[in-house]
């Protein structure tokens, strides 16, 4: 398990170096910073300068060689617009994005899970309708729609919460709720589906036979059976929610690395959005590999070699 | 009979609603057990065999199955009007069951000890861990698992189909029931290890004076393992009687047709014996006995009434009126 673990942590340096590659490449083709950092009256000399003195000038292979030089030593550049570390920056963002990708994720799994394990125990049923309508309108509407529409109810209408912004725990709410809709109707899904898989089979009824309550029937001998699909898709969503953050923290001007990213790109801050791209990348990285690594506890018939 | 038995079954009803209609899958089924009793249910399959077991048990698909009338008496008390929290205590403790296929009846991700210690553990019945231990090797040892020990961590798929119906008898003793249900027990087992679970299903038997019902299509299972037979078809008992009497001189033409239908070791036969025509469809089952059409004791007045179930001479009960006319035998 452990050759297999670092087996995949290798492959996965090697999938943060394509990334990195890309990111890099990507943001070069976006523009040049200088434009936006010198004044409208700036010559074109001041501009050569500042190219020079930002290592613009050197070619492509040679910038990267210089960025991988750094970033191995935890210097990920300076940020051009904010004057300071590009990753000092990123890490700051970091906390804030974690708390609403947090419980944005546990409402999602919480409540995808509640509606659809018990949608599939009562199937047919006038909840199990409402469970199925609710995931469709969950899956269907737009996330940016839906954080606007929460704004004008709750925020302004209602009053409820506040607009947008980080602070108190009511701050949260909004954009957490308006991030988990869309995972949550999927796991919803996901989960009702594998529970019906599972709640036909001879070792259901084996466990009722033991006299078992039918709470520990369906959410022992049954969710642990359907647990593999739904942790597959509760790892891809967890992955997801820290790079779905951009969206949603920027509706909700939520100070997280989401928001970041779209201010660095908008300022061709070419250190910040790579050093959060990079960031964003090895959590992906990290969790899928969790996620593969969770699957052995939950199969005992899954095995690593 | 002065004492009340073990298990007395009354006038059983259980439908199935399906789409095209009602199925009455289980037709006043009734009959009774003693103590130590074992009862072979036999017939053919959609008879109400595991209907009827899944009856008693309350475990009928939901909600396309439903008992609708008669009684289970077990124990002074009628099961079928229990809160579903009494019938979670009857299940497990005073009357076991074992499914048909050992192959999928075994949870897949739990380990053996966990399994079998499960019904000890919702008893309340071990204290402490190692108590739990022990108790779940007895019964590992009583249905003869080889080193037991080394098995407690292992999952079922590291088992043999034999070991994992031996399991799930284990299982099914950790409840130490008063009755066992034997849903078809042997059935995905190869004939030699069917042959080693019946010969362990008496001797627990025997060990712990349970009774048992053991529902099976095969009359050598019943004819070596049973005292009682009940022989079903269409949802209704046609023959109740003592296994020695109902093999050897069957009185419901029905009984009769599926003896004749066994193949006789150490003869050659050009073809086995077989019944004609099809068992009756229960979305609309004939109006008179469901046997008639393919009866070849059949009369004129088979096709108007059902035959009620009645005490014969010698102790038996058969559902035939051609034995009320005595023309049998």
Redesign the interface.
């Known amino acids: 398990m452990l050759r297999y673990a670092l087996k995949r942590l290798g492959v996965g340096l090697l999938c943060l170096v394509g990334v990195s590659v890309i990111i890099f490449v990507a943001m070069r083709l976006a523009g040049d910073p200088t434009l936006l950092l010198l004044p409208d009256d700036a010559t074109e000399q001041d501009r050569i300068e500042l190219r020079q003195e930002l290592g613009l000038d050197k070619p492509l292979p040679v910038q990267y060689a210089i960025f991988v030089a750094g970033a191995v030593q935890g210097d990920f550049g300076m940020s051009t617009r904010w004057k300071m570390p590009a990753m000092e920056l990123v890490l700051a963002r970091l906390p804030a994005t974690l708390q609403l990708a947090g419980l944005a994720f546990s409402l999602a799994v919480g409540i995808g899970l509640l509606s659809g394990v018990t949608s599939a125990t009562a199937r047919g049923s006038v909840f199990d309708q409402c469970v199925r309508l609710g995931v469709t309108l969950g899956l269907a509407v737009p996330v940016f729609w839906v954080g606007l529409i929460f704004i004008m109810v709750f925020a302004v209408d209602l009053g409820w919460f506040p607009t947008s912004g980080r602070g108190s725990f009511a701050h949260l709410i909004l954009p957490a709720v308006t991030m988990a809709l869309n995972p949550a109707a999927a796991m919803s899904r996901l989960s009702r589906s594998a529970m019906l898989g599972v709640l036909g089979a001879d070792y259901i009824k084996m466990a009722r036979v033991k006299g078992n309550s039918e709470a520990r029937v369906v959410w022992k001998h049954g969710l642990r059976n359907a647990a593999i699909p739904v942790a597959t898709l509760a790892g891809i969503q967890l992955a997801n929610m820290i790079g779905n953050t951009v969206v949603v923290e920027t509706i909700f001007a939520w100070p997280g690395i989401g928001k970041l990213i779209i201010d660095a790109i908008f300022a061709r801050d070419f250190a910040v959005v790579q050093a959060a791209i990079c960031v964003v990348a090895a959590a992906y990285i990290i969790l899928n590999l969790a996620v593969d690594l969770t699957y052995g506890l939950l199969d005992p018939q899954i095995r690593y070699d | 009979m002065t004492q009340a038995p073990l298990l007395s079954v009354e006038d059983l009803r259980t439908y199935c609603y399906t789409r095209a209609g009602v199925v009455k899958a289980v037709d006043g089924v009734r009959f009774a057990l003693e103590r130590g009793d074992s009862l072979g249910l036999v017939g053919e399959s959609g008879s109400g065999k595991s209907m009827t077991c899944n009856s008693i048990?309350r475990?009928l698909p939901k909600p396309a199955a439903r008992t609708v009338g008669g009684r289970v008496l077990w124990d002074g008390r009628d099961l079928l009007t229990l809160s579903?929290r009494e019938m979670?205590?009857?299940?497990?403790?005073e009357i076991?069951?074992i499914?048909?296929?050992p192959l999928?009846?075994?949870?897949?991700?739990?380990?053996i000890a966990n399994q079998v210690g499960?019904?000890f553990r919702?008893?309340g019945a071990a204290k402490g861990r190692s108590d739990l231990r022990e108790k779940v090797l007895d019964v590992l040892r009583q249905v003869h698992i080889p080193s037991p020990e080394a098995r407690l961590s292992q999952?079922p798929?590291e088992f043999s189909g034999g070991m994992r119906q031996r399991t799930?008898a284990a299982?099914a003793l950790a409840?130490s029931p008063g009755l066992l249900i034997a849903d078809e027990p042997t059935t995905s087992l190869d004939v030699t290890i069917q042959d080693q679970f019946l010969r362990l299903l008496r001797e627990l038997q025997e060990k712990t004076g349970m009774a048992l019902i053991l529902v099976t299509h095969d009359l050598g299972i019943v004819a070596e393992t049973c005292n009682k037979v009940a022989v079903m078809y269409a949802g209704k008992i046609v023959e109740f009687g003592d296994v020695r009497q109902v093999l050897t001189s069957p009185a419901h033409p029905y009984t009769e047709a599926l003896l004749k239908a066994l193949p006789v070791p150490g003869t050659r036969q050009k073809r086995l014996y077989q019944i004609s025509g099809e068992p009756p469809n229960l979305l609309d089952p004939p109006a008179g006995c469901a046997f008639e059409p393919r009866c070849h004791r059949a009369m004129q007045a088979c096709k108007k009434a059902r035959p009620p179930i009645k005490r014969l001479s010698d102790g038996r009960q058969a559902a035939c009126l051609a034995l009320e006319a005595g023309e049998v035998r």
């Open positions: 048990l475990l579903e979670r205590r009857v299940r497990g403790r076991g069951m499914l048909q296929d999928i009846s075994l949870n897949p991700v739990f380990t499960e019904p919702l008893r999952y798929f799930v299982i409840g």
